[in-house]
């Protein structure tokens, strides 16, 4: 394993900033090993993606654009990925800790028969060999995993682990050829927007969450969406939030949910049961603002605020609109 | 028709949850277990397919878990799931995704089936790894995140979950398919159920039932640790809105936030 692939996730060329946090430890990592670092994009607007990536430090960037990635489900996509890698040899296969990301590497492990290391946040290597720092059990240990009996190692890493840094460039791009004698079964008959999805929740730098302390549906529109904007994050709730059905379950964070590491992760009117609690309690800062100082949520935040959310949200939205200007 | 839901069986989520230092394994014992969750889900989603479908689909459980932990799974069948197959071995402890989903797809061809319906994330190793690698075994069509299912003729019409909205997926059966928690909010076990739970079977496999030895993980454990703690919060009492603002605003200038 000596190589290290990049898997990227886009739709149609708008691709995620988790990418090129992979791209730029993908060559990180490969220098640790003393291989090279590829990227591999796949479906409509491949090409034009991967003269963006031209600005990171890959050695090579495979492309390719056949109709069939995106008229069937994972299937053409995992034979593309597998021919990849085995052109390339031994490797280690990055891919995003997304929804994507998961179903990739699932299916990519099997097929080439690797170790799987999942929710990766860090790397360290050791006489060439590449060991996973991941937090599980909800945040309560953090281990350090390393593969074995297997020449691939397929890694899901969590969005916001690692610093983009685009630099290096002269990546030369080249195409694959398709996979022969291939049929699809999983076929994409439509495709429906129901939620615009600028920023994945797992990615976005900012989160800011709402719980049952918010009342109804309306408050994550107006007082939770407004201040998110304003901080460049998204809007996330707590599982009685999504359970009520004021929000749609993409959004729900923790235990059956999303996890997340932001940077800044804001919980109003949430109580931190352990269900909220194992999807959040990595993230860099979190600041409470609950009616009840005691709360539960108390416990695993840095900062407080006993308060009327209603009253003090859009405060604060107002002070980062201000200092932003 | 035969649906075939895989279920693991998970320390409770209250459960003071450990790694044992020497066996480098969770520790699984002295604490409630409870069915993984989401697979609560996989079930509702199967029964719901059974009530359209007619009497002769059938609901097998399919679990993978250490046999002192399979009266766990007369919850499920208290639910409505027909029977259930532990497949069960000491040499199987210790299984990473790739050996686990290898031996789950071993088991599944001994079982036979039309659908498998998977969870879509376990609430312990949590990869989300298993239910793509067992298609993958197998050879079946992995539809994944299915919010909504229907068969027609033979076809599965899938509303399949993404971030911004759904797909419509259509594919042939036999497949696998995991759900998400949109399939809807799993039924409780009527008294009558908890009384046929009693009666339903639980069977064992063995891994040389299933033709399955001789395997080891592509996975290790080197080392774990608790993460760094957090400083106890800075707790504000804000009377108005502009003084809880201020608060906020003036703590995340400090951590250079904002
Ligand atoms: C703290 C911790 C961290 C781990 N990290 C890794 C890792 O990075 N890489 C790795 O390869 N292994 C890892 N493992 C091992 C992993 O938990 C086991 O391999 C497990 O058997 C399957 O993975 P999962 O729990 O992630 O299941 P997931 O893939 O999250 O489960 C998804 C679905 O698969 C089905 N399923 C999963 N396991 C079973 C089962 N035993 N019986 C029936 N159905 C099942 C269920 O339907 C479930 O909803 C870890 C374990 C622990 C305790
Ligand atoms: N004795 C056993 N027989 C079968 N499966 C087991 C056994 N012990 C653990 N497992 C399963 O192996 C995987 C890893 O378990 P563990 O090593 O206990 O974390 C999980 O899917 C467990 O359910």
Redesign the interface.
């Known amino acids: 394993m000596q190589n290290v692939i990049a898997v990227v996730e886009h739709r149609k060329g708008q691709t995620r900033k988790v990418t090129y946090e992979l791209a730029t430890e993908a060559r990180a990592l490969a220098d640790r090993l003393g291989g090279k670092a590829h990227a591999v994009v796949l479906g409509g607007e491949a090409g034009a993606l991967a003269e963006s990536l031209k600005a990171y430090p890959l050695d090579v960037v495979h492309v390719a654009e056949d109709p069939d990635i995106d008229a069937y489900l994972l299937d053409p996509t995992i034979d593309y990925l597998e021919a990849a890698a085995r052109a390339i040899g031994p490797s280690i296969v990055l891919v995003p800790n997304t929804m994507y990301g998961r179903d990739v590497a699932s299916r990519l492990c099997a097929r080439l028969d690797a170790g799987l290391a999942a929710d990766v946040t860090g790397f360290e290597v050791e006489n060439g060999r590449v060991a996973c720092v991941a937090p599980k059990l909800g945040g309560v240990t953090i281990t350090t995993c390393a593969f074995r009996n297997c020449e691939y190692g397929v890694v899901t890493v969590r969005p916001n682990s690692f610093t983009a840094q685009p630099g290096g460039g002269g990546a030369s791009v080249e195409m694959l050829a398709k996979p022969a004698g291939k049929s699809y079964a999983m076929k994409i008959e439509s495709e429906v927007e129901e939620a615009s999805s600028e920023l994945g929740l797992e990615e976005a730098p900012v989160v800011v969450s709402g719980g049952r302390g918010l009342g109804g549906p309306e408050p994550f529109e107006t007082l939770l969406k407004p201040l998110a904007d304003a901080l460049g994050g998204a809007v996330g709730a707590s599982r009685a939030a999504a359970d009520a059905g004021w929000v749609p379950y993409s959004l729900q964070i923790g235990q059956t949910g999303k996890t997340v590491s932001p940077k800044l992760y804001i919980a109003v009117g949430i109580s931190g049961a352990i269900q909220h609690k194992v999807g959040m309690r990595s993230a860099g800062t979190i600041v409470a603002v609950n009616k009840d100082a005691t709360a539960p949520i108390a416990e695993f935040s840095d900062l407080v605020v006993a308060g009327d959310a209603f009253a003090i949200i859009p405060e604060l939205t107002k002070l980062v609109e201000t200092a932003k200007v | 028709m035969r649906i075939v839901v895989t279920v693991k069986l998970v320390p409770d989520?209250?459960a003071e949850?450990?790694?044992d230092p020497t066996t480098k394994r969770?520790v699984r014992t002295g604490m409630e277990t409870v069915l993984n969750?989401?697979d609560e889900y996989a079930l509702e989603a199967a029964l719901q397919l059974k009530a359209k479908q007619g009497d002769d689909t059938t609901v097998t459980l399919l679990s993978m878990a250490s046999e002192s932990l399979k009266e766990t799974l007369r919850k499920a069948l208290a639910m409505g799931a027909d029977d259930a197959v532990v497949l069960s071995d000491d040499a199987l402890a210790g299984s990473?995704?790739?050996m686990t989903?290898?031996a789950l797809a071993q088991a599944l061809k001994k079982i036979g089936f039309d659908l498998v319906i998977c969870g879509?994330?376990a609430?312990?190793?949590?990869?989300?790894?298993?239910?793509?690698?067992?298609?993958?075994?197998l050879g079946l069509?992995?539809?994944?995140?299915a919010r909504h299912l229907e068969i027609v003729g033979g076809t599965i019409k899938a509303q399949?979950?993404?971030?911004?909205?759904?797909?419509?997926?259509?594919?042939?059966l036999p497949?696998l398919v995991s759900v998400?928690?949109?399939v809807g909010e799993p039924r409780y076990a009527s008294l009558k159920g908890i009384m046929g739970a009693k009666k339903k079977t639980i069977a064992t496999l063995s891994g040389s039932d299933i033709g399955f030895e001789n395997r080891?993980?592509?996975?290790?454990?080197?080392?774990?640790?608790?993460?760094p703690a957090?400083?106890k919060?800075?707790?504000?009492?804000?009377?108005?809105?502009?003084?809880?603002?201020?608060?906020?605003?003036d703590?995340?200038r400090e951590?250079k936030?904002?």
């Open positions: 989520l209250n949850k450990r790694i969770l969750p989401y990473d995704v790739a989903s290898a879509g994330l609430d312990d190793g949590s990869t989300g790894g298993v239910p793509g690698a067992i298609a993958e075994h069509p992995g539809l994944t995140n399949r979950e993404t971030d911004s909205g759904y797909q419509a997926v259509t594919c042939p497949a998400t928690m949109a080891a993980p592509k996975t290790e454990l080197l080392s774990f640790a608790p993460p957090r400083t919060a800075r707790i504000v009492e804000a009377s108005d809105g502009a003084t809880g603002a201020r608060a906020i605003f703590f995340l951590r936030l904002v």
